[in-house]
């Protein structure tokens, strides 16, 4: 019985090595295969066209505006190819990485910059109701206070 064990104790554990060399959940593997593909999102990415149903959603900009002339289309579409492209090097990420609040946000600064460089009017950076655009709330009481006795964090752990 116990020369099975030992013959069998080296073969089970070259088999439980070769698996876990190949398994890229831990480390630089894990991300190099979630790069190239082989691993599956769970989510689509988020896109040009989900940040623009978004935006027509959410009331912070509508894209079906009579009011916008042909100089403001023309600096609407510069401004998300800008964003594609910025949109592109993000997708690379994984999407528990990427959620919808922080893309808008991302427009919202990219509307700003180009505002601040002269790329795009005062006028079509108006248009963005920037404002209806949810702030994260803020909690009543804090997470934790420091106890004066232990000079330590004890945290409040009813929300």
């Not at 070259?14 to 295969?33: E, L, R, Y």
């Not at 979630?34 to 999102?41: I, L, M, N, P, R």
């Not at 949810?134 to 804090?142: F, H, I, Q, V």
Request: overall charge positive; some cysteine.
């Amino acid at each position: 019985m116990e020369s099975y064990a030992v013959l069998l104790l080296p073969f089970f554990l070259a088999v439980t090595i070769d698996i876990t060399t190949q398994c890229p959940s831990n480390g630089n593997g894990a991300k190099a295969a979630h790069k190239s593909g082989e691993v599956a999102d769970q989510a689509a990415p988020i896109t040009l066209a989900t940040i623009r149903k978004k935006l027509k959603e959410s009331k912070i900009f509508d894209f079906d505006d009579p009011t916008l002339n042909d100089r403001e289309r023309k600096e609407l579409s510069k401004l998300f190819e800008t964003i594609e492209i910025m949109i592109a090097a993000r997708a690379r990420q994984p999407f528990s990485v990427q959620n919808m609040f922080a893309t808008l946000r991302l427009v919202e600064r990219v509307v700003k910059n180009q505002l601040k460089d002269g790329q795009i009017s005062e006028s079509l950076a108006s248009k963005f109701k920037w404002e209806k655009l949810s702030n994260r709330k803020k909690r009543e009481k804090p997470m934790y206070y420091i106890d004066k006795r232990t000079n330590m964090r004890v945290f409040n752990m009813i929300p």
